[in-house]
């Protein structure tokens, strides 16, 4: 776990295709001993979690399992710098949060893919670019080479309503990686797709990390899809969130169907039916 002391130096920054492992050599996110409470309505207080800690290696994948309400989400908005510990310490690329994460360096897909129905595929994908002072014709170059990296190239003129379930959530990726992120926040991001487009996106998104080689944080109440992706996964208790355990998936790709998967989902899926039944007074 960093403490902060040491400076995290980027790599020279590489092309929108390029490579990134290794550009990182300390975790790009430390949860260290994170405290949340939130007001009720009632006016009490609701504890969320309870002395959180992991890290998120650079180039890793990341999952977070746990109980509905168990603070996934908002161990992911910690993350994105949107709210703050009561306790502990938040450090994303190398800095304790202290607002918003430069957005130019994290990418966020929320649960719903959020795309604007007005604007086709090609310009809700250019809209994550807009914050900055990229010309206009940049950003609708680089749109459409990450639509073209999702298999979306043909699609770029349609509208959200045109596209099936797959292909929006295809757009939304595109949009979470134009700005060419070194970090990936994720919330349950394929959970509306039904199976088989799930798989695929599954498939997508490994190559898209071979090639770029950020790192991913991801929530999902899924745990074949935590074992199907993740090179580690925590696993949380019911509320107020503490982490139960930190399990290594030392499972080479593509692990569908594997004996080592079948069994690693089993024991997941019985510990966190555990984990949801628990009674925390
Ligand atoms: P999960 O994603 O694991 O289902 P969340 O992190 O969304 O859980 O929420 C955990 C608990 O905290 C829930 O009971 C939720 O209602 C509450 N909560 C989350 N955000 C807020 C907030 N901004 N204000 C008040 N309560 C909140
Ligand atoms: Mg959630």
């Known amino acids: 776990?960093?403490?902060?002391?040491?400076?995290?130096?980027?790599?020279?920054?590489?092309?929108?295709?390029?490579?990134?492992?290794?550009?990182w050599d300390l975790p790009v996110i430390s949860f260290i001993d994170v405290w949340k409470r939130f007001p009720a309505a009632d006016g009490s207080l609701l504890e969320v979690l309870r002395g959180v800690s992991f890290d998120v290696p650079a180039g890793e994948i990341i999952a977070i399992v746990g109980p509905s309400g168990s603070g996934k989400s908002t161990l992911l908005n910690l993350a994105a710098g949107l709210i703050f510990p009561e306790r502990g310490i938040v450090q994303v690329l190398g800095e304790e949060t202290h607002g918003p994460v430069d957005w130019g360096?994290?990418?966020?897909?929320?649960?719903?893919?959020?795309l604007l129905p007005w604007r086709v595929a090609l310009h809700n994908v250019a809209l994550a670019l807009e914050a900055g002072r990229m010309p206009a014709a940049e950003r609708r170059e680089r749109a459409r080479?990450?639509?073209a990296l999702v298999g979306l190239d043909e699609f770029a003129d349609a509208y959200p309503h045109?596209?099936?379930?797959?292909?929006r959530s295809r757009v939304a990726l595109a949009r979470s990686l134009v700005g060419e992120p070194?970090?990936?926040?994720?919330?349950?991001?394929?959970?509306?797709?039904?199976?088989?487009t799930r798989g695929?996106?599954?498939r997508e998104l490994l190559l898209?990390?071979?090639?770029r080689g950020m790192s991913i944080l991801f929530i999902t109440h899924d745990v074949e899809e935590a074992v199907m992706l993740a090179d580690s996964i925590v696993l949380l208790s019911a509320r107020p969130g503490r982490v139960r355990e930190k399990i290594a998936v030392p499972l080479p790709q593509p692990r569908i169907g594997t004996g080592e998967a079948v069994d690693l989902i089993a024991h997941l899926r019985a510990l966190l039916e555990e984990s949801?039944?628990?009674?925390?007074?």
Request: charged content about 20%; hydrophobic content about 45%.
């Open 1 to 23: 776990m960093s403490a902060g002391s040491q400076q995290i130096v980027p790599a020279t920054k590489p092309g929108p295709l390029a490579p990134r492992l290794g550009a």
């Open 105 to 114: 360096r994290v990418g966020y897909m929320f649960q719903d893919d959020r």
């Open 145 to 147: 080479a990450v639509l």
């Open 162 to 167: 045109q596209l099936s379930g797959g292909m």
């Open 182 to 196: 070194d970090l990936l926040l994720m919330d349950e991001p394929f959970s509306r797709l039904d199976a088989l």
């Open 200 to 202: 695929t996106m599954h």
């Open 208 to 211: 898209i990390h071979e090639l």
């Open 276 to 281: 949801s039944e628990e009674i925390v007074k």
